[in-house]
């Protein structure tokens, strides 16, 4: 399985990103996918998650209203749409796929995903 990202780039606070995911894998085979992001030196965290059993979608305090998490399993791909960009927002995101979560909550867990792209950078000024 490959996830590749794109879509990342410079934007000024306030702006808007939209990051694709493209999976090599017909992505309802997921239970889970997710984005998250991470600073340099900082441990990888959660940014959102969609689980495909229930349509649920679940997304990080710092994120909730401003971005979204959305996809399309005829094109195998998974968006991130990111509004009211803050300097905060600014480091790597990463898409990520579970085949079996298991566990309440356990979607914010960076270990409980088997498949991670590469990372796309996000660079917010202020």
């Known amino acids: 399985v490959q996830l590749v990202e794109s879509g990342g780039g410079l934007v000024q606070a306030g702006g808007s990103l939209r990051l694709s995911c493209a999976a090599s894998?017909?992505?309802?085979?997921?239970?889970?996918m997710a984005w998250f992001r991470q600073d340099p030196g900082k441990e990888r965290v959660f940014v959102a998650a969609?689980?495909?059993?229930?349509?649920?979608?679940y997304y990080d305090e710092s994120v909730k209203g401003r971005f979204t998490i959305s996809g399309d399993s005829a094109k195998n791909t998974v968006t991130l749409q990111m509004n009211s960009l803050k300097p905060e927002d600014t480091a790597v995101y990463y898409c990520?796929?579970?085949?079996?979560?298991?566990?309440?909550?356990?979607?914010?867990?960076?270990?409980?995903?088997?498949?991670w792209g590469q990372g796309t950078q996000v660079t917010v000024s202020s």
């Open positions: 990520a796929a579970s085949t079996i979560m298991g566990g309440s909550g356990a979607y914010t867990n960076f270990n409980r995903y088997d498949y």
């Open positions: 894998y017909y992505i309802p085979t997921f239970e889970y």
């Open positions: 969609s689980n495909w059993r229930t349509g649920d979608t």
